[in-house]
């Protein structure tokens, strides 16, 4: 019953111990097996057997990309002011085996690195230049970390500032400064608009004399026109009537001539358009030499008449 008991036993430990010699390595990841305490082989994804009790897996490896924020970590600038900056690394494991025995403590030593790096790089730059060229700090110090990393088997993808906090005092200035500017920059909009007003207001005040003008003279234009035409139409009255004036005493001379009036008739006419002429208000009046003797011939009728 014992030596049963005992062989039981046995067999359980079998396959306990088979069962442990089954490996299966998940995706993104990697097993770095040793073998008598010296590098044997890299496992990738899929079912692995080691030979037991002298197999063994050294170290898991991620492969996916991984991230680490260090600490914030005191730098000093070229214009010897003292900050505090923290960064973000971004990293990959592309050697398991290099990762596994390049470097004690691989996160240790990238965070280190990642502290060095800076302050040689924030060293040779001022304190403006450093808050306004992340990008080029970003590039220099990825650059920098995926060389130093290169033999731990470790790729540097991304290398991220996350937060420049430069001393109280300095950023006391800044707010000042950065106020200082946003009123300059409102008194600058404030004075364009004014003068844009100022000379839209001119603007209208040119065009609307302009158009009072041409208004004044249009309306000039229009009353010299009627004035014209009036004096036109005034003159052609006085024409029109002078002309009938002239008409009637044509007409009133042919038909004397047409009843046989001799020259003396005529000549008497004449005396009696002087008489009217003399109703008037002229005190004298000229009579021509010719007309003369007719006046005394008429007169001296007059007398034997009586």
């Known amino acids: 019953m014992g030596g049963l008991l005992a062989l039981v036993i046995l067999l359980i430990l079998i396959v306990l111990i088979l069962l442990s010699c089954i490996k299966i390595v998940p995706q993104a990841h990697a097993y770095v097996v040793e073998r008598l305490g010296a ?127 430069p001393p109280a005092a300095i950023q006391d200035a800044m707010e000042k400064q950065m106020k200082a500017e946003r009123e300059r920059r409102e008194a600058i909009l404030r004075a364009e608009g004014e003068k844009k007003s100022t000379v839209l207001v001119a603007e209208g005040k040119k065009e609307s004399a302009i158009l009072e003008a041409e208004a004044e003279k249009q309306s000039a234009i229009l009353r010299a026109e009627a004035q014209k035409e009036k004096m036109i139409r005034e003159s052609e009255g006085e024409a029109a009537a002078i002309l009938k004036v002239q008409q009637a005493t044509a007409d009133g001379i042919r038909m004397i001539r047409e009843a046989g009036a001799d020259e003396a008739v005529l000549k008497i006419k004449s005396l009696e358009a002087f008489e009217k002429a003399a109703d008037g208000q002229a005190t004298k009046i000229i009579i021509p030499s010719e007309i003369q003797g007719l006046a005394g011939l008429a007169a001296s009728v007059k007398e034997v008449l009586k």
Do not use: C
């Open 39 to 165: 590098y044997q082989q890299t496992w990738s994804v899929g079912l692995h057997l080691k030979v037991p009790f002298i197999d063994k897996v050294a170290k898991r490896v991620i492969l996916k990309e991984q991230v680490v924020d260090f600490a914030p970590q005191p730098v000093i600038t070229k214009d010897n002011v003292t900050m505090r900056i923290d960064t973000v690394v971004f990293f990959q494991i592309t050697d398991p085996k290099l990762f596994a025995y390049g470097v004690e403590n691989p996160i240790m030593a990238i965070e280190n690195l990642t502290a060095t790096t800076l302050r040689n790089i924030i060293g040779e730059m001022e304190l403006d230049q450093t808050l306004t060229s992340r990008e080029v700090i970003n590039t220099k110090m990825r650059a920098s970390l995926d060389i130093a990393t290169d033999p731990w088997g470790i790729k540097v993808n991304r290398v991220e500032l996350k937060n420049i906090i």
